[in-house]
């Protein structure tokens, strides 16, 4: 078992991160509703959205942000 996080969409690909490296795979292979930032578990050929994952990591991104742009 593996996880990834959607860096960004290029065309019909998803660029996901995995630790320090990068993975283009087809979007067509993600769940149907699966956008960036999303927390990925590669289990096999199944590919499901980690959503306790995702939410931890939107919340560490904004109080990161927001550290940021308070010491400005």
């Known amino acids: ?20 490296h ?9 769940p149907n ?12 050929d199944t590919i499901t959205i980690d959503r306790v994952g995702t939410d931890r990591l939107r919340v560490e991104i904004e109080e990161l942000m927001k550290e940021l742009f308070e010491e400005e």
Do not use: T
């Not at 990068?22 to 993600?30: A, C, E, G, H």
């Not at 509703?33 to 096999?44: A, C, M, P, R």
């Open 22 to 30: 990068m993975r283009d795979i087809p979007k067509s292979k993600l």
């Open 33 to 44: 509703n699966s956008k960036v930032g999303d927390l990925l578990i590669f289990d096999g």
């Open 1 to 20: 078992m593996e996880q990834g996080i959607i860096d960004r969409f290029e065309g019909e690909l998803a660029v996901i991160e995995f630790g320090e």
